[in-house]
């Protein structure tokens, strides 16, 4: 291996989220933080580099989206994702969440119904709800440890609902939906009338042994009724750039969408943005594949771990990401008793399932993107404090 995952890296004092707001979000600062989705390995040194010679120039003026950025994410979509090669049709975006927000805000009113599959991530309910747009909730079902929609429901709540937003893959089971899945999701959006989001910030992530299929590729109305994100920030550790791409390859929905982008002025990103995200599409390559083998480990490790030291906390095995869904159910807890514990006993810092919806009682997500050290760790101050509950 040429990079080293297993280095630590000090993040407290840097205003990161995951280390510097433990105290704001759960009441002390004593925590292993293993909440907010980046990692705590270094963004890559070919990132950290080109955004180093870009301070050389010493300007940092109104910049637009240089040809060699544009060239980079074309390139990396038609090898990764197997998207056609025109900027036409893409849109630079700041953050997903926001652009998530744009869509609602293009294609909705207040009051509109807008569909999601829960437990899901918590701004795929809160964005809807703070815009005074109404969520309505389509619940998973577990088969054989793995999120499936339920399709019946799905179509039945889809009536009268104008956007769906997807997670593709899922955070935060890390389902990686199939063709077969995706296709179902297609047509029946369709045939109600409900755009589609795709959020395709964790499709970089795919693990080993699996295969990542963008919405729009799936079927004729997957493209013609769907808004796809991307970006390169999970995938390189990168998210405080905010530097993502919205692909529309339908021609009225882009119009709608990009003439409400224009009109508002959000067509340009910052400087760094282009600079981070043209060097993670142009040298990344190897870097994620060997990041995603160490993270691929960590997460046969935490499994392990759990099943020899808590087998009662069942967990879902992920097939995209660095995120660990974990089903607390068989201790019988009630959740603000379990969310207690993990913060007062065990001292780490998960998410709480109940912000994924309130399917998600019962229910934590613990983040390994960490070195094994870390996660160790964390996880051995877990199983402590079940020992003997
Ligand atoms: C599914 C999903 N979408 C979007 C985001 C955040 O995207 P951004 O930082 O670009 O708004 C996350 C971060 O965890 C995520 O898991």
Redesign the pocket.
């Known amino acids: 291996m040429k990079y080293n995952f297993d280095e630590p890296v000090v993040r407290r004092g840097t205003s990161c989220v995951k280390h510097d707001m433990l105290k704001e979000v759960f009441g002390t600062e004593d925590l292993l933080p293993m909440w907010?989705?980046?990692m705590d390995f270094k963004t890559p040194d070919f990132i950290v580099n080109a955004v180093r010679e870009r301070c050389n120039h010493e300007v940092f003026g109104y910049t637009f989206a240089p040809n060699t950025y544009i060239c980079a994410v074309l390139n990396w979509f038609q090898s990764h994702y197997g998207i056609e090669s025109k900027w036409n049709k893409m849109h630079f975006?700041?953050?997903?969440?926001?652009?998530?927000a744009f869509v609602l805000q293009a294609f909705t009113q207040p009051g509109d119904n807008v569909l999601l599959t829960t437990p899901?991530?918590p701004?795929?309910l809160n964005v809807p709800h703070r815009s005074g747009r109404r969520f309505v909730n389509s619940s998973l079902k577990t088969v054989n440890g793995r999120f499936e929609i339920d399709y019946e429901d799905f179509e039945e709540k889809a009536k009268g609902c104008k956007v769906f937003i997807l997670?593709n893959p899922?955070?935060p089971g890390g389902t990686v939906w199939t063709a077969e899945e995706l296709r179902r999701i297609a047509e029946i959006c369709y045939r109600q009338k409900v755009l589609v989001i795709s959020?395709e910030?964790?499709a970089d992530l795919t693990l080993p042994g699996h295969h990542h299929i963008s919405f729009s590729k799936v079927s004729d109305e997957a493209y013609h009724n769907s808004i796809t994100?991307f970006?390169p920030?999970?995938t390189f550790n990168m998210?405080g750039l905010?530097s993502?791409v919205g692909y529309v390859p339908d021609p009225d929905v882009r119009r709608q969408f990009f003439n409400f982008l224009d009109a508002n002025e959000l067509s340009l990103g910052n400087l760094f943005a282009y600079v981070g995200a043209e060097a993670a599409f142009r040298y990344g390559e190897e870097w994620r594949l060997q990041m995603l083998d160490y993270i691929q480990a960590n997460a046969d490790f935490a499994i392990d771990y759990l099943a020899k030291n808590a087998p009662k906390v069942v967990a879902m095995r992920p097939e995209a990401?660095f995120?660990l869904w974990l089903d607390f159910n068989a201790y019988g807890l009630p959740h603000d008793e379990l969310v207690r514990i993990m913060i007062e006993e065990a001292k780490v810092g998960l998410n709480s399932g109940t912000d994924y919806g309130r399917d998600g009682s019962g229910f934590m997500r613990l983040n390994f993107g960490c070195s094994r050290a870390t996660l160790e760790e964390g996880l051995r101050r877990i199983c402590d404090v079940l020992r003997n509950r």
């Open positions: 907010v989705a980046d975006i700041p953050g997903i969440v926001q652009g998530i899901v991530y701004p795929f997670a899922h955070n959020d910030i964790h994100f970006a920030s999970k998210a905010a993502s990401s995120l």
